[in-house]
């Protein structure tokens, strides 16, 4: 990948409505997703949209705080 920022940009709508349909759908041939023809910024927009609808962050609530305080070591900027 040779774009930047993935997840900062956004990607279509329309593409990304029909991603998360099709990957709702079960659909189980790969050959259907070719998502090597997709935007980038539509695939990205698709995973993120996956990880907001847990139930649970990914690495829990109790990494939370631990994950921010890494970042804040780090020199990362944080939103909070």
Do not use: W
Request: hydrophobic letters at 35%; one cysteine or more.
């Amino acid at each position: 990948i040779n774009e930047s920022g993935i997840f900062r940009q956004t990607g279509s709508s329309s593409e990304v409505t029909a991603l998360v349909e099709l990957f709702n759908s079960g659909e189980s041939n790969h050959e259907n997703f070719k998502l090597a023809n997709k935007n980038i910024y539509s695939v990205c927009d698709t995973l993120k949209l996956y990880f907001r609808s847990l139930p649970e962050p990914l690495l829990g609530f109790d990494l939370y705080q631990p994950a921010v305080e890494l970042m804040r070591g780090s020199g990362m900027k944080t939103s909070r």
